[in-house]
């Protein structure tokens, strides 16, 4: 994985977060970490592996978007019209095929469990350059794999935490990376897939803050 790349997009995107809601100077370290942690658990919870008092522990990876311009996703659009009739003038609902999906009723496919992943990863970067003071000082990390993926989940946050212990920072901020690319791993997604992910919500963010968010 190409981390000087997106090490590189972070700093990019934190600093305009930084600039333009005024953080300068703010020590974000606690909020950084609690929204990290926030992320990773969106992520565990698109993941579902630990709900063992569920039937449905299957991973999100897949969610059909319904197409916003027809009718409950059916494919079908309606159109008032007028017509005018022995008795003058009659309102229809004239139903057609919508031209927006093309009446296949969906609005393209996500993949949930990788897009909260995505955001980990954000978290996870900004972190590291948070604790190393804007400088990129993991870009080696590796990905470090544990036993059991709730294990990989767990490790995950006690890394986080040691950043919040003030304990050899960067140490812990390079381990919670390498625990984090060994989640991606073992969550089945290849580094093509996190990088585009990671590429596409990075860009979401910009427009967010483009936009006023
Ligand atoms: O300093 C920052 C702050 C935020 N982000 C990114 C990380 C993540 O990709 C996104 C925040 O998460 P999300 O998009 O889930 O925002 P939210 O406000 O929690 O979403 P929602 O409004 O859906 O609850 O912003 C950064 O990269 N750097």
Redesign the pocket.
């Known amino acids: 994985m190409n981390l000087t790349k997106l090490f590189e997009a972070?700093k990019a995107?934190?600093e305009r977060?930084?600039k333009e809601k005024g953080l300068h100077g703010q020590d974000?370290l606690h909020k950084?970490i609690l929204?990290f942690n926030?992320?990773l658990m969106?992520c565990a919870n698109e993941w579902r592996g630990f709900k063992y008092w569920s039937e449905d522990q299957e991973p999100r990876t897949s969610f059909i978007h319904e197409c916003p311009d027809c009718v409950e996703g059916s494919g079908w659009a309606y159109q008032n019209v007028e017509i005018e009739g022995p008795e003058g003038l009659d309102y229809h609902s004239v139903g057609f095929k919508c031209p927006t999906c093309k009446g296949t009723g969906g609005a393209g496919e996500t993949n949930p469990l990788l897009e909260e992943y995505?955001?980990v990863v954000?978290?996870a970067l900004?972190l590291n350059l948070y604790v190393w003071n804007g400088n990129p000082g993991t870009v080696n990390a590796m990905p470090r794999v544990f036993d059991t993926i709730e294990q990989q989940f767990i490790e995950i946050g006690g890394e986080a935490y040691k950043l919040y212990e003030n304990a050899d920072v960067f140490m812990h901020s390079g381990l919670l990376l390498a625990n984090v690319l060994g989640l991606g791993q073992v969550l089945g997604f290849t580094e093509d897939q996190i990088e585009a992910a990671y590429f596409a919500?990075n860009r979401?963010?910009h427009k967010r803050q483009a936009t006023g968010y």
């Open positions: 972070q995107l934190d977060i930084t974000l950084k929204a926030a992320e969106e995505a955001d954000h978290f900004s919500k979401t963010n």
